[in-house]
């Protein structure tokens, strides 16, 4: 960039805390994924990208600006929706990765029928013994 009077100056940094971004959000089938990152001016306009495609905001897509926080919220997130993100304003990019993981749901569901037939085999087991004890 140059100065009012010709000079090269160095490009003003877009983004601030760069060192605190986390770049890479994993999430699992049907959560929410959030992406965030800060920028120096509170009216720094930003633009999120996947792998190189403009995203606005839709059901899927919340582009959200909140003092100079800025996030992009991935809602219910599947398969499809892991990949490379990226975060640019006047011409400065950050760049984030989603990975998604198994279902939430699927696990807990087969957790809980582990956990409750541990608990009958073990109330079979108190009932039994009590039985031959009385």
């Keep these: ?31 929410n994924a959030t992406l965030s990152c800060e920028v120096a001016q509170e009216k720094t306009n930003v633009k999120w ?10 059901k899927k897509f919340k582009v959200e600006s909140e003092g100079k926080s800025r996030h992009l919220v991935v809602g219910q997130v599947e398969k499809k929706d892991a990949g490379e993100y990226t975060c640019e304003a ?28 541990l608990l ?5 087991h108190s009932l039994g013994s009590r039985v031959c004890v009385a």
């Design 49 to 58: 990208y996947k792998e190189g495609k403009l995203i606005t905001s839709s």
């Design 1 to 31: 960039m140059c100065d009012y009077r010709g000079f090269l100056t160095e490009a003003e940094d877009m983004f601030i805390n760069k060192d605190k971004v986390q770049k890479e959000v994993k999430a699992a089938l049907s959560e």
């Design 90 to 117: 006047a011409g400065q990019k950050l760049t984030f990765k989603i990975i998604v993981t198994g279902g939430r749901y699927v696990a807990s569901r087969h957790r809980k029928v582990h956990e409750f037939a």
């Design 120 to 124: 009958q085999g073990k109330m079979n």
